[in-house]
């Protein structure tokens, strides 16, 4: 397969155009296109059913094989990547992997040979048929949101290897990217999760497609790899001409074709921007989160998924202060058991090499839902106003076995490094101490049986998510072993204006008053009864905000990973004195947007001090 610039069919406008695609890894980069296609493979016959089987299992081993050695080659390769590619694509291949091995994949495809379907037909029908189950399982409602995502990843995941299976089937080579010239910008209708183990960083200047989305493993990659890239930028290659050049921005998703000398001037001034910013950012990594006055604070990452492992490595985040555990139940056809949710947890907690790791059990109900728990009869009962309802800590007392599950799971993987254990949603503390009671029970069970566990138990600690958590911040602290103040939740409990609704959208506004002072509860709470408060809302990864926050009495906050040097940054410039100033006037505001506009006059009178 050849890389080439290719004439389209249609002859290109000259002048420039700007294009919209979706953004999905951020940084500026002006090139020209290198257009790489796949040569298609001939079309399969999916009607005959008079082949020979052993022939074709015969043709369809040594697909797998060869398909098998260019695994092992791309994974040779993958030294060559920085660290974060590494970790990404390396798991990726491993699953391409398992299902070349003794797969579902595979009987499906074998017992279709045995019909006398061609090898390539079979491979065919069943990576689509597999596919298509994840993407709508019969008999249940099609996933939805993060579930939606990962359905769609992982039918993906179907599709690629067999199209790789295809490819060796019919002996239609792959593209190479070995011809690109140096600071090209890779242009394709579709670019692979593999493909992306193939392309050298320092080689590429961007890459740009027609197709694909924000969330799947490509775009995963291509952040992983730190290419600036957009995706699904419709109407691209009828565009493109030879030698067409082009400005592609990955922060905002424009893409422009044939820059005028004014716009391809503003974009090298970007570009120079970016590197820079960059490189400030990069040296913050290994600097303290410390205040131009001295005090200094904990700045950690939130986790969602495991795939975030790499980010949250390189931002120099000290620890993981929120762990969702949803995720273990995500796309679940059944609840993992407590073997399963400790093999989950353990390569995270040994992966953050000593630094604490809080986990959050898991918090169903509200928005979030899970088919898994819903199977197992666990749901959320109220529907007429669901985030008033069963979730939380309250679903998780109603059914204890779920919660001791998850309990016996952590602390097994809580030998693995330092570790606590967050409640979600509680709003009194009898939750809390009906919650402690079953996670003591669990540590004596595991105990007796010889299990080894981390004496004294992991702290135990709260969200403060509802008004009444954070009115009650007091009494709580004296049971919980600290505190993690969730202003997603608490702002949408607090203002009454659902945090998902966008006709509310305009009345849910975490730096509103009525939010700020329960946070000065809580903080102060955790202060006098001497417990770590945290913050681990959205809130803490604003790096406007935080400097509020700190003067309200937080000291640690926990955020998106590609937040932390941001945050870092803002946090260097600060004085404590200016904190502390901002939240008496705060408290004091009669609304959100006064607080806001007091928050930006600060943040410029400060700009990016805090470099270096
Ligand atoms: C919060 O409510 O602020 C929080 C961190 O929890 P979640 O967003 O998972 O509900
Ligand atoms: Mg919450």
């Not at 930028?233 to 921005?249: E, F, K, N």
């Not at 009525?514 to 809130?539: H, K």
Request: charged share 25%; proline share 7%.
């Amino acid at each position: 397969m050849k890389t080439t610039e290719r004439s389209t069919a249609r002859r290109p406008r000259a002048g420039e155009v700007r294009l919209e695609g979706q953004p999905v890894s951020s940084g500026v980069a002006i090139g020209h296109a290198a257009i790489a296609h796949d040569p298609d493979p001939p079309p399969i016959d999916t009607t005959r059913r008079d082949c020979d089987p052993a022939h074709e299992r015969a043709r369809l081993h040594e697909a797998i094989t060869r398909s098998t050695a260019q695994l092992r080659r791309l994974h040779d390769r993958l030294a060559l990547l920085p660290e974060d590619g590494q970790v990404e694509i390396g798991s990726l291949l491993e699953v391409y992997r398992r299902m070349l091995g003794p797969s579902r994949l595979r009987r499906g495809i074998e017992a279709r040979l045995g019909h006398g379907m061609l090898a390539e037909a079979a491979v065919q029908l069943e990576t689509e048929a597999l596919a298509a189950f994840m993407l709508s399982p019969p008999g249940r409602p099609a996933p939805e949101g993060e579930d939606a995502v990962a359905a769609r990843r992982r039918a993906g995941e179907f599709r690629e290897i067999g199209r790789r299976l295809v490819r060796n089937l019919s002996g239609t080579p792959y593209r190479s990217f070995s011809a690109i010239p140096d600071g090209a910008i890779l242009v394709a209708e579709q670019l692979r999760p593999a493909d992306a183990a193939l392309i050298d960083p320092s080689r590429i200047a961007a890459v740009v497609t027609e197709e694909g989305g924000s969330t799947g493993h490509t775009a995963i990659l291509l952040r992983a790899l730190g290419i600036p890239a957009v995706l699904a930028t419709h109407g691209l290659l009828a565009r493109i001409g030879r030698r067409t050049r082009l400005v592609v921005d990955g922060t905002t998703g424009q893409v422009i074709l044939r820059p005028s000398t004014r716009t391809a001037a503003a974009a090298r001034v970007a570009v120079a921007a970016y590197a820079r910013e960059r490189q400030a950012l990069g040296r913050l990594r290994r600097l303290p989160a410390r205040l131009s006055s001295g005090e200094v604070l904990t700045l950690q990452a939130n986790l969602e998924i495991p795939a975030e492992l790499p980010m949250i490595a390189q931002s120099g985040a000290a620890g993981i202060g929120l762990l969702r555990s949803e995720f273990l139940f995500m796309n679940a056809g059944t609840l993992p058991d407590e073997a399963r949710q400790e093999s989950l947890y353990r390569p995270l907690i040994e992966a953050m090499s000593g630094d604490p790791v809080t986990i959050r059990v898991v918090d169903w109900g509200s928005e979030k839902n899970s088919d898994a728990l819903a199977q197992a009869g666990i749901g959320a009962g109220s529907d007429v106003n669901p985030a008033l309802g069963v979730r939380g800590i309250r679903l998780l007392l109603r059914h204890r076995a779920l919660l001791e599950t998850q309990f016996a799971a952590i602390l097994r993987a809580a030998t693995a490094g330092p570790v606590r254990v967050l409640l979600p949603m509680v709003s009194s503390p009898a939750e809390l101490h009906a919650a402690r009671e079953v996670y003591a029970r669990v540590g004596r069970r595991l105990r007796r049986k010889g299990v080894d566990i981390p004496d004294p138990l992991p702290p135990l600690g709260i969200m403060i998510e509802t008004p009444a958590a954070a009115l009650m911040a007091d009494v709580l602290a004296q049971e919980a072993e600290f505190l993690a103040i969730g202003t997603n939740d608490l702002t949408m409990y607090t203002l009454a204006a659902d945090r998902a609704a966008t006709d509310v959208a305009g009345l849910y506004d975490p730096l509103h008053p009525a939010v700020l002072r329960l946070v000065r509860l809580a903080a102060d709470a955790g202060l006098r009864q001497r417990r770590p408060v945290s913050l681990c809302g959205e809130m803490a990864s604003d790096p406007l905000a935080v400097p509020l926050m700190v003067g309200l009495g937080v000291r640690s906050f926990s955020m998106h990973a590609s937040a932390v040097p941001h945050v870092k940054r803002a946090v260097r410039a600060a004085a404590m004195d200016d904190c502390r100033r901002m939240a008496c006037r705060a408290l004091e505001a009669a609304d959100g947007p006064e607080v806001s506009a007091m928050l930006m006059a600060y943040a410029a009178t400060l700009r990016h001090a805090g470099d270096g």
